[in-house]
């Protein structure tokens, strides 16, 4: 009976909210009156990390701090900032991480290198065998 | 077959080496705490309103006077940032100035966290908007910051605090005071 009662009690148990109850910040939703600026604060947005759901960008993210992100960049764009500021700003805050847009860096610069040295790589083993062919 | 080279198994190596790496990555997630990059610089300027009735709201030049302080990261909708409340309370009494901000947060559910937890602030600040969270790189709740008494940023702790992380935090904080 006692077991019973206690497996009532956890199907009615609400879950503990571990979300705000804050409504979301005003830009997080509401797309910019200006075509222009929209399509300029969402490709950004499409290539910054949520830092809650760090595999989705902020544009993919209902995290709610996703959405106060996207009200800064939304309030950065309208009032005239370059997306490219307001990423250099949030890598200034957050490093390189938050950012989605690949950058030749000293740790990164192997991935555009390699590509490159393995199609040299390629034509090299290609003449080679066409040559002997001849 | 006598004229099988050795360099012939080369790619099948490196694909082996290639599976070892992407498998052992995928068994292996990196770390995804994100960490503040704003360590060693001057705290945004910003000036949060009050989070509740009983302690004053948190600016930038509240940061300025000369002394060292704790600045904590927090909401009462964290279950970690209930779990660090002895700690940040043993830090008090120790002697650190706690202020806290509080993120996305309404003043009555503050309020009640406090009654319920303590209330080791001596000022909070409403954050309704991730600002100052995002102003100084934190990236979730809770996290605590070491601000010297010139408004730079010295420390950053992520997560909640621990009963061995109140010994280091104080340490820090005496640094910051140096």
């Known amino acids: ?134 | 077959m006598s004229k099988l080279r050795w360099t012939l198994w080369v790619p099948l190596a490196l694909f082996g080496a290639f599976f070892v790496l992407v498998a052992s990555q995928l068994m292996n997630p990196a770390s995804t705490t994100v960490e503040s990059a704003m360590i060693g610089k001057p705290l945004p300027e910003f000036a949060l309103k009050p989070a509740n009735a009983d302690r004053p709201g948190l600016a930038t030049s509240d940061m300025r006077d000369g002394q060292p302080r704790l600045l904590n990261v927090f909401a009462s909708w964290c279950v970690p940032c209930a779990a660090e409340a002895p700690q940040l309370s043993a830090l008090e009494r120790a002697g650190a100035n706690i202020v806290g901000v509080a993120i996305r947060d309404r003043p009555e559910d503050v309020a009640m966290f406090l009654a319920q937890h303590g209330n080791p602030y001596s000022r909070i600040g409403a954050d309704d908007l991730s600002e100052v969270q995002v102003g100084i790189g934190s990236s979730g709740v809770p996290e605590t910051f070491v601000i010297d008494g010139k408004g730079i940023i010295r420390y950053q702790h992520i997560g909640d605090i621990r009963d061995q992380d109140v010994p280091m935090l104080l340490e820090k904080l005496k640094e910051a005071g140096l």
């Not at chain 1, 600026?37 to 989705?56: I, N, S, V």
């Not at chain 1, 009200?71 to 890598?91: N, S, T």
């Open chain 1, 1 to 134: 009976m006692k077991r019973l009662l206690l497996l009532i009690a956890f199907i009615l148990a609400a879950p503990l909210s571990a979300q705000d109850s804050l409504p979301p910040a005003p830009y997080a939703y509401k797309q910019l009156d200006d075509p222009r600026q929209e399509a300029e604060a969402k490709a950004l947005m499409e290539t910054l990390r949520c830092l809650t759901c760090q595999g989705q960008s902020i544009a993919d993210s209902d995290a709610p701090m996703a959405g106060d992100l996207r009200h800064q960049v939304r309030v950065r764009v309208a009032r005239g900032e370059k997306p490219e500021a307001i990423r250099a700003w949030l890598i200034e805050r957050y490093g390189e991480y938050i950012s989605f847009k690949p950058e030749v860096t000293s740790s990164t610069w192997p991935l555009f290198a390699l590509p490159a040295l393995l199609l040299l790589v390629a034509v090299f083993v290609f003449r080679n065998k066409l040559g002997k062919k001849a």
